[in-house]
């Protein structure tokens, strides 16, 4: 993807004002920002895929909200690929949300979706999509099973944004996060990445573009960088 002339970091408000902004302020469509988000994750997956990929089983991992949204959309690009696809939801999304829209497409293209974790031991990849950056509090319940169930997975994982649990700001799991081989982060770096705690979490990350005007973005972050971290 290219060595970045600078990266730009984040915190939770702000990554959170970004969205905010470009959807309100430059009229860019909830949907358009998640289907960039999909479609630059998928490319990145793609590129960790050992050939054939019509040999691989991705198993992605969604949540209900904007996270899993991500998720169910790249769903439908690696299905257009013929790259076998399962998604095991937590829970479905909330009704006429984005994450909705995405899980309604791709239940009409027929991909699987299931609530058995078994299957993430069929996975040759898997994709976390399951919590994004606005967690604030300890993982409980189903979605920490199913970090749980991620991390004693024996397939390489693709974090959507950041690693499910990983606190934004602190970079400290929240009760448990997802260990990841790579982490797909959206507009740039989140603060957190930076603290030691999140070394063990967050792999290799790779910034998405999501095609925000550089101008809104760079007046959000907290800091910036020059090259590549």
């Known amino acids: 993807m290219g060595t970045p002339k600078e990266t730009m970091i984040f915190d939770r408000a702000g990554i959170r004002e970004v969205d ?68 095991l939801a937590s829970d479905p999304p909330r009704t006429g949300s984005d994450a909705a829209h995405n899980w309604q497409q791709a239940c009409q293209l027929d991909i699987t979706i299931t609530q058995d974790h078994r299957i993430l031991d069929e996975a040759t990849l898997i994709v976390d999509a399951l919590l994004g950056t606005g967690l604030d509090r300890p993982v409980t319940g189903n979605s920490l099973d199913l970090i749980q169930s991620i991390n004693t997975a024996q397939a390489p994982v693709l974090a959507v944004d950041l690693p499910s649990g990983l606190d934004t700001d602190t970079g400290r799991p929240l009760g448990d996060a997802v260990h990841a081989s790579h982490t797909a982060s959206f507009v740039g770096w989140k603060k957190g990445f930076l603290e030691p705690p999140a070394a063990e979490f967050i792999g290799t990350v790779h910034v998405i573009d999501l095609g925000i005007p550089a101008s809104l973005t760079r007046a959000l972050s907290v800091e910036i960088r020059s090259g590549q971290l």
């Open 20 to 87: 905010h902004q470009a959807i309100e302020q430059l009229g860019i469509p909830g949907l358009q920002l998640m289907e960039d988000a999909a479609i630059g994750c998928t490319r990145l997956l793609l590129e960790m895929m050992p050939p054939p990929i019509e040999a691989q089983h991705v198993v992605i991992v969604c949540g209900r909200g904007n996270n899993g949204g991500d998720g169910y959309a790249m769903a439908r690009h690696l299905k257009q690929r013929s790259v076998r696809t399962t998604i």
